[in-house]
């Protein structure tokens, strides 16, 4: 035999070893952030819808709504359009498992000799880095609004964009991997994501609408995802009453409204679900 | 003719694969050696893809067992799947990835440690000769490129064996050939059993040894050699100015003979050499000869009553031209 001797390790036929379940999952990661960086067009095309939002909804509400002590509502909207951003780009990155799928790569990974877990958590932290990446791009455009940026508020925004952006990969995960067409994508896309972020938040205040949508807007998991964003945004301008009363940040929930640390906390919880989900779905994926 | 001659590395024992009423492998039990390369040939829904499933831990026997680099399938699938290498009949590359991320990311998969990761890749590229693509998109590669590539990343690990399920689908003839020549040369470097499933006859004469399986059962399994012979001898066939006597010349001379239309057929030991006897033996002028000697296709004919191409003619335009489809 002339090649090499057989690696002790892969001969013989030990089933689990931590260390290589986490070597996988940082590769799954890695193969993520290799092909965001490769496909330029996708970063730049990934910016033009929350761009048009910003820009068209931004400036005609704006003249609409009006500036209430110097803050008007593109600043309202400028958290929820980087919400937005991560919110999409997660989706369609957990959802990228459908191109996997199409393209055949999605085989080399499920006939390989390493837990189905290493292989969902690697596609989620991937797609989420990438899609926080995404949403942190957007900043550039704060001075163009006017919106005040300190070292702490970026630290604080990409830490929320990041726990919002693995929530929802890990939940693009878990339905494209009960989805075996294509086609089945772009129904999820009407049926899923614009209501999610439509009823977010994300775009207008929560806090006047009819019981029903109301209902609706409190189990949307990205309601509490879009609000601590505002929140550390708002903290950190120089807003008067009369603009915080205007433009309200939170969330209200039986009555009480919920502090950051309880919507981070009730993400966290919605990201673990969806987590747990995704692991699933991809362990029964064929 | 068995290369290697050594221990059994896939052990099969009355395997059975059952879908509701329908047996789609019914009970077989082959070994293969180690460094063989060994063919299943057989139509479209014989068994093939349903055997080389089982074997590579993608399907559940129904019944029976299998072994494959000492560990079941049944109860040890990662196992298996870590001592071997898998080909399918579609692509399974990343194209947006480089030959040498595509590599990289399976040898992670497949725990290949650390340290040895850049030799290998190395190793295998030199292997399929394409160490100048390394650093390539896969999506600049042609259809066969990337087909050797998949064999190169089947190899990274290090595999006891290569499984090819219909390695050479779509690919035009050179490059079916420069595909041979690789999986031979590896067979000789590496020492790896290769097991591949074919419909091409000319691909199924590399194989040290051929399984013809039809209707889940396997109808013969021997050397390509021992196939043809089995099935008899070489024929030739003689057109005359008078064939009654010359069957009957034939006939007393003792040879074998049978007529048919236009002439006498004969059976000989090598046709060949037997040409100019047989002329002068029939004794009346003779208008043409025609020489046939068995081949895979006699022998395919043989043990299923059909030939393969009518039995795999709906099948195949459709595929590859999903494979073409899907490479541009």
Known sequence: ?286 | MVAGGGASVIEVRELTRRFGQFTAVDGISFDVSEGEVFAFLGPNGAGKSTTINMLCTLAHPTAGQVTVAGFDVAARPKAVRRNIGLVFQDQTLDEQLTAQENLRFHAVLYRVPSGEVDERIARVLELVDLSDRRYDLVSEFSGGMARRLEIARALMHVPRVLFLDEPTLGLDPQTRALMWEDVLRLREESNVTVFLTTHYMDEAEYADRIAIIDHGRIVALDTPVALKAAIGADTVELGTTDDAAAIAALERAGYRVEAVAGGARVFVENGENAVAALIETAGVPVLNVHVHRPTLDDVFLHYTGREIREAHAEAIPARVRAWHGRRR
């Not at chain 1, 260390?19 to 067009?41: A, H, N, S, Y």
């Not at chain 1, 509400?61 to 999409?88: C, E, N, Q």
């Not at chain 1, 994300?202 to 990205?222: D, E, H, K, M, Q």
């Open chain 1, 1 to 286: 035999m002339s090649s090499a001797p057989l690696p002790s390790k892969i001969a013989d036929g030990s089933d689990t070893v931590l260390r290589d379940e986490v070597r996988t999952t940082g590769m799954v990661w890695l193969r993520e952030l290799i092909r965001f960086e490769r496909t330029r067009t996708r970063i730049l095309s990934g910016l033009i819808q929350p761009v048009l939002f910003l820009v068209v909804m931004g400036y005609g509400m704006s003249g609409l709504v009006g500036t209430t002590a110097g803050f008007d509502f593109k600043k309202f909207m400028f958290p929820g359009i980087m919400a937005m951003s991560v919110v999409t780009t997660a989706i369609f990155s957990g959802m990228s498992i459908v191109w996997d799928r199409e393209f055949g790569f999605l085989r080399e990974m499920l006939v390989a000799p390493t837990s189905r877990a290493s292989l969902a958590l690697g596609k989620t932290a991937g797609g989420a880095s990438v899609a926080a990446a995404q949403g942190t791009i957007m900043l550039v455009l704060a001075p163009l609004i006017g919106v005040h940026l300190t070292a702490v508020l970026v630290l604080e925004i990409i830490g929320l964009e990041l726990l919002m952006a693995i929530a929802m990969t890990a939940f693009g995960v878990f339905v494209a991997t009960h989805i075996e067409r294509m086609e089945g994508f772009q129904v999820v896309m009407q049926m899923l994501l614009f209501p999610m972020i439509f009823l977010s938040g994300a775009l207008f205040p929560l806090n006047s609408l009819p019981g029903w949508l109301t209902v609706l807007t409190r189990i949307n998991p990205l309601t509490y995802a879009v609000a601590p964003l505002r929140q550390v945004v708002f903290a950190a301008q120089n807003m008067p009453a009369a603009a915080r009363h205007r433009f309200p940040a939170t969330v209200e929930l039986f009555g009480h409204t919920l502090s950051i640390g309880t919507e981070i906390a009730i993400v966290v919880v919605f990201a673990g679900i969806f987590i747990a989900l995704a692991i699933r779905g991809f362990s029964r994926t064929e």
